[in-house]
């Protein structure tokens, strides 16, 4: 393809609640590479983090960044050495490129990589784009019945499938999802696909508990309302949940995981916490015999949630809330940072 294609037009965080278009140059393709026409780009909480003050813990934007890591889009060229994919096809960007050389890798923990380029997160540059290259390991057809907006979705879910993975989840296992962000109400869909039998769902949120029910979860505690530990104890005849899924970065969702868990039963914790510490109850921890799993990002999801999609099982629609063209991606970011419990998932189209 010719040179003159090789610009895009991108929506740039240049400092905190600073967002401008500008025309970047694309590099030139190499030979596994693909150029993607981007339609849809989900807005995540850490883009809205990134937007408001700059920094992730120690990651900061130092350079002018562009956001977006849940997006999906068509196949406008591919390298010389692509194989599996043809213009036109229709795919899911599954939006951290690992090394593949190093030992978390070659162990098949390919998330823990240290040379890993993720898309959005600095310095690497994102999807609030009109196009991006992406090489073509790390895309994922979808088919004809899943729409782009949906397919975003496989990022959140993703981290939700990783997580019931790391807790060993079986078909018929119960499981508790705790806190109703994009991460949790995406989890019930994972949970489900796995063959949960009750998923027991918590938030303080009444919508998002709403939407939980609506996608499938048997049961939804308020804890602002009601006691946890006394309400699991009755849905479970006091035996407690084989799984939980911590999603809410609460101290006291954490901690309480102890209490709610079975004996010999598994936690996830996928939520990050404010605090580095947190006080766990290790006699608990040790007498039933509970295991913790720590959980970031994901590793060999992407297919699975494809899968998952195009079953069209879920109720998909209640997740995707609001929608932005590209030009208007303040907007999106602003809209997503103000309506934390109205809105879900914030959709940026950038070519409409
Ligand atoms: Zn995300
Ligand atoms: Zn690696």
């Keep these: 393809m010719e040179n003159k294609m090789r610009k895009t037009r991108a929506a740039v965080l240049h400092k905190p609640f600073v967002v401008e278009m500008e025309e970047r140059e ?15 780009v989900g807005v995540c909480g850490s883009d809205v983090h990134y937007y408001e003050k700059g920094k992730i813990g120690s990651k900061k934007v ?6 977006g890591h849940e997006c999906a889009g068509i196949v406008v060229e591919i390298g010389p050495a692509v194989t599996t994919l043809k213009v036109g096809d229709r795919v899911a960007i599954e939006p951290g490129i690992s090394c593949g050389i190093c030992t978390d890798c070659k ?13 959005s997160s600095p310095p690497i540059d994102g999807a609030f784009s009109e196009y991006i290259i992406h090489p073509e390991n790390f895309l994922f057809k979808i088919p004809d019945n899943v729409t782009f907006e949906e397919a975003t979705l496989i990022e959140p879910l993703s981290v939700g499938l990783h997580g019931l993975s790391r807790a060993g989840m079986k078909a018929n296992s119960s499981v508790l999802i705790s806190g ?10 994972a949970a489900k696909s796995f063959g949960a039998l009750n998923i027991i769902a918590t938030d303080i949120e009444p919508l998002r508990l709403k939407i939980a029910k609506e996608l499938g979860a048997a049961h939804v505690i308020n804890v602002s309302k009601e006691n946890l530990l006394e ?9 407690g949940v084989d799984v939980v899924i911590e999603t809410s970065g609460q101290e006291q969702a954490i901690k309480a995981s102890v209490d709610i868990v079975k004996k010999g039963g598994n936690i996830s914790v996928i939520g990050f916490s404010r605090l580095n510490n947190i006080g766990i109850n290790f006699y608990k921890l040790l ?22 999609l195009g079953s069209k099982k879920f109720k998909t629609d209640l997740l995707l809330t609001d929608f932005y063209p590209l030009e208007k991606v303040q907007e999106a970011l602003e809209h997503a940072r103000v309506n934390k419990s109205t809105s879900i998932k914030v959709i940026v189209k950038p070519n409409v």
Excluded: W
């Excluded at 596994?32 to 849809?40: G, T």
């Design 287 to 308: 007498q039933k015999e509970i295991s913790i799993h720590g959980v970031y990002r994901y590793t060999n999801t992407y297919q699975h949630g494809v899968d998952i």
């Design 180 to 189: 109703m962000g994009p991460i949790g109400l995406t989890a019930i869909i």
């Design 26 to 40: 694309l590099d030139s393709l190499h030979s596994n590479e693909v150029l993607i026409k981007v339609m849809s």
């Design 231 to 239: 309400s699991v104890q009755e849905l479970t005849k006091d035996r």
């Design 107 to 119: 162990e098949g923990n390919y998330n823990l990589c240290s040379q890993v380029a993720f898309l």
């Design 62 to 67: 130092e350079k002018p960044l562009i956001q």
